[in-house]
């Protein structure tokens, strides 16, 4: 009687190995997909920041065009024909573009005091492979004449 318990049992160990190697398995599909998810996130963030540094660019380039240093003369001047700057020199700006836009409007407040109240606005747009990203960026300015 006690050679046939042991026959009965003899397929049990087979049965929860095979329990553990699936169990293993998908535990492991699930952390290749959790690692994937992850590094395509981190691609998405760096080329975010790209298109972010890319439209700061921008505004500054702006700025620094439409009120030039030691001039009283401010005015809106859009750096390159059709409004679009080429980066693609720049390190760190490689496959990027930067389209910027600029618009005055005089008010008179009072009655008395005329200001002349500027928008800047840029958008940087990244590209890798397929992928595009792109950030817009916006400036206020105000000169009292």
């Not at 001039?71 to 389209?99: E, K, R, W």
């Amino acid at each position: 009687m006690r050679l046939n318990k042991i026959n009965h049992q003899k397929g049990s160990l087979t049965v929860m190995a095979l329990f553990v190697i699936i169990i293993l398995s998908f535990l492991g599909v699930a952390l290749s997909n959790q690692l994937t998810t992850s590094s395509q996130s981190l691609v998405y963030e760096v080329h975010g920041t790209r298109a972010y540094l890319a439209a700061q660019t921008g505004l500054e380039i702006l700025a620094a065009t439409s009120f030039p240093l030691n001039s009283v003369n401010a005015q809106c001047n859009i750096p390159s024909p059709g409004n679009t700057l080429n980066v693609s020199g720049v390190n760190g700006l490689q496959n990027c573009a930067i389209t910027t836009m600029c618009s005055s409007q005089i008010v008179t407040e009072n009655g008395v005091d005329t200001l002349i109240y500027y928008q800047f606005e840029s958008t940087g747009v990244c590209q890798a492979g397929t992928e595009w990203t792109s950030r817009t960026l916006a400036r206020d300015g105000v000169v009292r004449l």
